[in-house]
């Protein structure tokens, strides 16, 4: 009996060190709470002390737990038990963490000692402006102007990391559906190699998303499994958080949407509850598929029903709310409004009487850009662009933000405009 004891023990731990828990698809988030980045990341095998350590110096995991200078924070783990998808998604938040600070950080398994590399982030004034962020939508794994070696988006992104506090994709995260077989299951190959691709942009700026059309398989499982955002509950893809004097608030264009659904009754109230509470401040919601555009592709044209039936929906909420901008991808091209309600230009960007609409589904994925244009309605400003890029926006005070949209192929601004804060509320 006490050989078998042994022999079973001797397995167990041959079990813990053969099993492969090194950390990939490091990923930081904002929270509700402005002093909170939350860490996720993936391990092949389950362990069993998922853990993250922290720190405002510079130190190596394997010593650095439970030295005095060293935060650690005990995590979760969450397992993807879809078929055809293998691993373990593994999260936990650092906390109280102070503006205008440097901290290295490690993730792993505090048990093995399987430590990740140690990564580092500068935090910036989280209720302060200035401050700005990328956005774009529709990326995916080896679309147009990406390769295995490079992404030019991301490229641009990490160039500009310094300047920027985080990151908006506004939905199709990685486009492991485009098969056949994989539009219900997805494709984890694909999924995996966009999260590594991601990882230098990821694992130093807040990554905020919001799903497409191309991440629904398992009914957002993976989705909500691999990207941990401040929702009110774990089955839900919309949330709100508060940043630098900004609220913004992201909801799903793929689950219902329409009056006296649970979604519809929740982007209501965010929006009453906090213009209520903030007659003046900005107020910036995202999602994946426009309001307005003027490509010539199905979503685009007057007479899509969906689209209508969508612009009916939320149109005058965000009016009634003086929602200040509205974001969306779905759209490979980039196209802003002047401000609008109801298809007719609504003052100016001096003078805002409506939202402004930024479509930048322009990430660059294997579906390529839509070729063609409408004939340019009364609303659509500036220039409308075929191609990829990203945009940085620039909350510069309580009343003005900068927007400038950045072409991937000269790394340059080919597009801007400032926006003055509107008042317009019913």
């Known amino acids: 009996m006490d050989r078998k004891i042994t022999i079973f023990i001797i397995l167990a731990f041959v079990g813990i060190a053969l099993a492969d828990l090194d950390p990939h698809h490091v990923k930081l988030a904002l929270t509700k709470q402005t002093d909170q980045y939350r860490v996720t990341w993936f391990t ?11 720190s405002t110096n510079t130190f190596q995991p394997q010593s650095g737990a439970g030295s005095a200078a060293v935060f650690g924070v005990q995590g979760s783990v969450e397992s993807f038990d879809t078929p055809h998808w293998n691993g373990h998604s593994n999260t936990a938040v650092m906390e109280g963490l102070s503006e205008w600070t440097t901290y290295y950080y490690s993730v792993g398994d505090k048990e093995t000692a399987s430590w990740s590399q140690v990564f580092n982030f500068s935090t910036r004034g989280f209720t302060q402006t200035p401050f700005k962020f990328a956005v774009y939508g529709d990326m995916g794994h080896g679309g147009v102007g990406i390769d295995r070696d ?13 300047e920027l506090d985080f990151v908006l994709h506004v939905g199709d995260i990685a486009y492991a559906d485009l098969k056949l077989s994989t539009i219900i299951q997805g494709n984890e190959t694909v999924w995996n190699e966009f999260l590594d691709i991601i990882q230098p942009v ?28 401040p929702t009110d509950k774990p089955t839900q893809s919309w949330y709100s958080f508060d940043y630098g004097q900004v609220h913004f608030v992201s909801f799903s264009t793929e689950h219902d949407y329409f009056p006296l659904s649970s979604q519809y009754n929740w982007i209501e109230n965010e929006l009453k509850t906090y213009r209520e509470k903030n007659p003046n401040g900005w107020l910036v919601v995202y999602a994946h598929r426009p309001m307005y555009c003027s ?13 209508k039936l969508f612009v009916k929906t939320f149109e005058k909420m965000f009016f009634r709310y003086n929602v200040d901008l509205y974001i969306a991808g779905h759209v490979h091209n980039y196209e802003r409004s002047l401000p609008v309600y109801k298809g007719e230009v609504a003052g ?11 479509t930048i589904g322009t990430g660059g994925n294997k579906e390529g850009p839509l070729h063609g244009w ?14 990829t890029g ?23 601004v080919i597009d801007s405009f400032t926006l003055t804060k509107g008042d317009f509320f019913e």
């Open 44 to 54: 092949n095998d389950q362990g069993s002390s998922p853990s993250l350590l922290y």
């Open 150 to 162: 490079e992404n030019y988006t991301l490229s641009g992104v990490v160039q500009r990391e310094s």
């Open 202 to 229: 990821s694992s130093i700026l807040p990554y905020m998303t919001c799903p497409g059309n191309h991440d629904i398989f398992y009914d957002f499982t993976v989705y909500r499994k691999t990207f941990f955002m």
């Open 295 to 307: 490509v010539k592709w199905k979503w685009c044209k007057n007479k899509h029903e969906s689209r």
């Open 348 to 358: 100016s960007y001096e003078n805002p009487k409506g939202p402004v609409h930024i």
């Open 374 to 387: 409408q004939e340019a309605p009364e609303w659509s400003e500036g220039i409308r662009f075929i191609g």
């Open 390 to 412: 990203f945009g940085t926006i620039n909350i510069l005070n309580s009343t003005t933000l900068q927007f400038d949209f950045i072409g991937n192929e000269k790394n340059d």
